[in-house]
């Protein structure tokens, strides 16, 4: 079955104690992407990557890191969270990405609670 | 740059109710715009898509026509069901193409 899975789906973790979430789709995807969705603000753009190796900065990347070793892979990392990233997290793969034709695939999501 | 607007919530309809919710966008050139929809603790599913100008996009018993003289989504349904409670995003690329921008989501709330 063609999906994008991430774990951990819940994780609730204490100010500065480094994480990672990951993600990982079976699609043979290019392109994969992180959103953060917090109410009354949509989903927004985390960090994005085009292929192996080919990461880049979208609109709330400050306090993130990512990775993309294999093409499956696209792990997020908080190196140092804060209850500002206390949020619902959405990992998403696309195999074709055009301004034109532009679909994505979503993981069931990961709640992130930092205190 | 590309962005998008929909209208807020959340939506309340009885059963076999008739259903809008409105979207609107700005974009430079001509995105695809789409409709998806995520329920209860679930992740997003594409709903339906049009790529170009006048296209209707179908899926579900949900329609969506993309209307570039009045840069409209517009989402109908013409009877819903309490399994259609969930929340709906409209959306569109952004100009580079690296990401899609989503409105803020409309709740919609079916009871039988």
């Known amino acids: 079955e063609a999906q994008v899975t991430q774990n951990p789906r819940y994780l609730i973790t204490v100010t500065g104690k480094k994480l990672t979430v990951t993600c990982s789709q079976n699609?043979?995807?290019?392109?994969m992407s992180w959103y953060r969705q917090d109410p009354g603000l949509g989903l927004r753009q985390i960090y994005y990557?085009?292929?192996?190796?080919?990461?880049d900065k979208g609109d709330v990347p400050e306090g993130y890191k990512v990775s993309r070793k294999e093409k499956r892979n696209f792990p997020l990392i908080l190196e140092s969270p804060s209850p500002n990233q206390t949020s619902l997290y959405f990992c998403?793969?696309?195999?074709?990405?055009?301004?034109?034709?532009?679909?994505?695939?979503f993981g069931p999501g990961t709640r992130l609670t930092v205190t | 740059g590309n962005s998008v607007t929909q209208m807020e919530g959340p939506v309340t309809l009885s059963e076999e109710a008739f259903l809008t919710i409105n979207c609107t966008y700005t974009?430079?050139?001509?995105?695809?715009l789409f409709w998806y929809v995520q329920y209860p603790g679930e992740g997003l599913q594409l709903l339906l898509k049009?790529?170009?100008?006048?296209d209707k996009g179908s899926n579900k018993g949900f329609e969506a026509t993309y209307r570039k003289e009045t840069t409209s989504f517009h989402l109908e349904k013409g009877s819903v069901q309490v399994s259609d409670s969930a929340v709906y995003f409209c959306?569109?690329?952004?100009?580079?193409?690296?990401?899609?921008?989503f409105g803020k989501g409309t709740t919609l709330s079916v009871s039988s």
């Open positions: 998403a793969s696309s195999g074709s990405w055009s301004p034109f034709t532009y679909e994505q695939y």
């Open positions: 990557s085009m292929n192996v190796e080919v990461t």
């Open positions: 959306a569109l690329s952004n100009q580079a193409g690296t990401a899609l921008i």
């Open positions: 699609m043979n995807h290019e392109y």
């Open positions: 049009a790529t170009k100008a006048d």
């Open positions: 974009a430079t050139g001509y995105p695809s």
